[in-house]
């Protein structure tokens, strides 16, 4: 039974040791190199990153970011995103999910990154779930006892030297033999240097965790220890088209021109939409991502406007014109021309079609 004991805290104290100089050295690969763990809260980068994954991540320059690269950037929320790199623009680095259909709203402006080395799929629980403050009591205890084991236990007593208590016990006759014990339970019990080198080793595991070893950080998530984001939602802002002008064609009172620029990320397209004012019915047309200009007319009925209007007779009617920039799924606000006026006499005559500024 003591021998089974032994033999339980000899392999305690090795594994200690052996989880000890694990620590220590991310401990000391995290203050040389600047590593830091991260914990994926979210399937953005799945299947490939799973949730509940543990990356490693290494701090580099920006120009030593390639396109397939996943890097994990901080926002100016104090939002850590890790995404994979689609495009370097000089505007900053687009990045996207893996899971997501569209790229990221919005370049990101940083001067460096963490650069992903590798991730480990749901090691990031464990991690999470080893960072708690009751976990770092539990390794306290761990520690104390294996202290106890490496100083305090003495090994098996030794028993007198002769036989029983009834016979004679301190001679032994000339020439006798005394068999020497078995040496399988000093060699179970760690020797003196052996069980410095073992402490030693468990408290530097100790120091690293507690003042050089990086906290892991959640990415997709405010800076907590846990897989719940701190903020809430907020919708972004899409760049509508600029500098939005309508004009009448020249000569031709009954076709107006909407010309118009962009600023920032590249629209994929643009919608234009016309409403008669006080009706329900919208008529709409999409425009390439190169159209920097748009015309209609009330000559013909298959036109944005003319198919809201009854051409044969007299009309005077008021429409509402919107213009929006295409950024894939998403659509920014219209630029809205709320008065297009359009007239025309008894049976059609006279056309005129007008706007004024929004």
């Given at each position: 039974m003591v021998g089974k004991r032994t033999t339980f805290q000899s392999a305690a104290l090795n594994v200690g040791a052996v989880l000890g100089a694990v620590c220590l050295i991310f401990a000391l690969a995290a203050v040389l190199f600047g590593l830091k763990p991260l914990i994926f809260v979210s399937g953005s980068m799945g299947p490939t990153i799973p949730t509940g994954a543990l990356g490693i991540a290494v701090p580099v320059n920006i120009d030593e970011v390639a396109v397939g690269d996943v890097v994990s950037v901080q926002t100016s929320e104090d939002v850590r995103i890790t995404h994979r790199v689609v495009e370097v623009l000089p505007e900053g680095l687009v990045l996207k999910g893996d899971a997501n259909p569209v790229a990221d709203l919005q370049p990101y402006h940083v001067a460096s990154?963490?650069?992903?080395?590798?991730?480990?799929?749901?090691?990031?629980?464990?991690?999470?779930?080893?960072?708690?403050?009751?976990?770092?009591?539990?390794?306290?205890?761990?520690?104390?006892?294996?202290l106890f084991v490496a100083f305090g236990s003495t090994g098996q007593k030794k028993g007198p030297s002769g036989g029983g208590n009834g016979g004679p016990q301190g001679k032994k006759s000339k020439g006798s033999t005394v068999p020497r014990a078995s040496g399988k339970s000093d060699a179970t019990k760690p020797s003196a240097l052996?069980?410095?080198?073992?402490?030693?080793?468990?408290?530097?595991?100790?120091?690293?965790?507690?003042?050089?070893?990086?906290?892991?950080?959640?990415?997709?998530?405010?800076?907590?220890?846990?897989a719940r984001a701190a903020g809430s939602p907020q919708a972004a802002t899409l760049a509508p088209p600029a500098n939005v002008t309508c004009t009448n064609?020249?000569?031709?009172?009954?076709?107006?021109?909407?010309?118009?620029?962009?600023?920032?990320?590249?629209?994929?397209?643009?919608?234009?939409?016309?409403?008669?004012?006080?009706?329900s019915t919208v008529k709409s047309e999409a425009l390439a991502a190169s159209a920097r200009s748009y015309s209609t007319s009330i000559t013909?009925?298959?036109?944005?406007?003319?198919?809201?209007?009854?051409?044969?007779?007299?009309?005077?009617?008021?429409?509402?014109?919107?213009?929006?920039a295409n950024y894939n799924s998403w659509q920014s606000v219209p630029v809205s021309f709320t008065q297009v006026h359009a007239t025309a006499g008894l049976l059609g005559a006279n056309k005129r079609l007008t706007c004024t500024p929004h």
């Open positions: 990154v963490e650069k992903l080395i590798f991730s480990v799929p749901l090691l990031g629980y464990v991690v999470s779930w080893m960072s708690q403050p009751w976990a770092y009591f539990l390794g306290g205890l761990l520690c104390a006892y294996l052996g069980r410095v080198v073992l402490i030693g080793v468990l408290a530097s595991c100790l120091l690293g965790l507690g003042l050089m070893a990086p906290s892991p950080v959640s990415t997709e998530a405010a800076f907590l220890g846990s064609v020249q000569g031709n009172g009954e076709t107006i021109r909407f010309n118009w620029g962009t600023t920032g990320i590249a629209p994929t397209g643009f919608t234009v939409t016309g409403q008669l004012n006080g009706s013909s009925s298959n036109s944005l406007l003319g198919a809201l209007l009854d051409l044969l007779v007299g009309f005077d009617r008021t429409f509402t014109v919107a213009i929006y």
